[in-house]
C-alpha cells in the first residue's frame, strides 16, 4: 500500500469520536473499558502514522476525533443523568481533560521513535 494511502486510511480511522464513545461506555457500563480500548486504539493509529512517515494524519485526526467527538457530547446534554455522572466534573470538563490527557501517550510514541530514528543514523 503506498504511503499516501496509509496516511489516509489512519486519518479516517482517528476520525472516530474515541472519547466521546470511551465516555458514553463508562456512563452506559459504568466501567472504564471504554477509556482503555481509547488508550490503546489510539496508540496504535500514532505507531502507525509513525511507521508510515505520515505525522500529519496523526495530528489532523486527533483534531478531527476531538471535534466530533465534542459534537456528539453536545447532543447528549439534554439527557440529565449524562450530566450528573462525571460528577466532580461536567461532561464538557472530561471531555476536555481525557482529550488532552490521550495526547500523553501519543506524544510518548512520537517522541520515541524520533529518539530511535536519530540514534539508527548515528
Known amino acids: ?3 499516501h494511502a496509509m496516511g489516509i486510511l489512519i486519518f479516517l480511522l482517528y476520525g472516530m469520536p474515541f472519547v466521546f464513545i470511551s465516555m458514553y461506555a463508562d456512563f452506559r457500563f459504568h466501567n472504564m473499558f ?3 480500548i481509547m488508550i490503546c486504539s ?6 502507525a502514522a509513525i511507521r508510515f512517515s505520515q505525522i500529519w494524519a496523526s495530528v489532523i485526526g486527533n483534531t478531527l476525533s476531538a471535534a466530533t467527538s465534542y459534537v456528539c457530547l453536545v447532543k447528549m446534554d439534554g439527557n440529565e443523568s449524562w450530566g450528573g455522572y462525571f460528577k ?3 461532561p464538557e470538563t472530561l ?4 482529550s488532552l490527557l490521550i ?3 501519543q506524544m510518548l510514541f512520537i517522541c520515541r521513535a524520533y ?4 540514534r539508527a543514523r548515528s
Do not use: E, I, Q
Not at 489510539?42 to 505507531?47: A, I
Not at 471531555?95 to 481525557?98: A, G, I, P, S
Open 115 to 118: 529518539v530511535a530514528k536519530r
Open 88 to 90: 466532580p466534573f461536567y
Open 1 to 3: 500500500m503506498k504511503k
Open 34 to 36: 471504554g477509556y482503555l
Open 103 to 105: 495526547l500523553v501517550p
Open 42 to 47: 489510539m496508540s496504535l493509529f500514532t505507531y
Open 95 to 98: 471531555f476536555v481533560l481525557v
